[in-house]
């Protein structure tokens, strides 16, 4: 499996931007599909978005216009841009791959096989 570890997280106020990566190691991730997910307090864990291993993507409802996903095949490594960021934006931010060329229609944590170990993400009113 490949390892993962996310870098970018930390406090911010509304309005600002946050770009999360996610480094990739001991596979090449150019064949995984590389999924953002995120987890606040006492809640499950939320599908943010997804990229396919061509570079299509996906997004969840609440973050759809504001954040990007993109993936970087020579350096190995996935981003999540933030921008026009919330206080409900608020949680651990995750990582996540599995080798597949495509993600399904309703991208689910029990997809992936691989998982970061977390980026926190604050965003202050």
């Known amino acids: 499996q490949v390892q993962l570890v996310e870098s970018g997280g930390g406090l911010v106020q509304a309005g600002g931007s946050l770009r999360l990566a996610c480094a990739a190691s001991?596979?090449?991730?150019?064949?995984?599909?590389v999924g953002w997910f995120r987890q606040a307090p006492g809640k499950e864990r939320e599908f943010v978005a997804i990229?396919?291993?061509?570079?299509?993507?996906k997004y969840g409802d609440s973050v759809t216009g504001r954040f990007t996903i993109s993936r970087d095949n020579a350096k190995n490594t996935a981003y999540l841009q933030m921008n026009s960021l919330k206080p409900e934006d608020t949680a651990i931010y995750y990582c996540?791959?599995?080798?597949?060329?495509?993600?399904?229609?309703?991208?689910?944590?029990?997809?992936?096989?691989?998982w970061g170990q977390g980026t926190q993400v604050t965003v202050s009113s």
């Open positions: 996540a791959a599995y080798a597949r060329p495509y993600y399904s229609s309703n991208p689910s944590p029990t997809d992936f096989n691989s």
């Open positions: 001991g596979r090449t991730l150019t064949n995984y599909v």
């Open positions: 990229i396919s291993r061509s570079g299509g993507t």
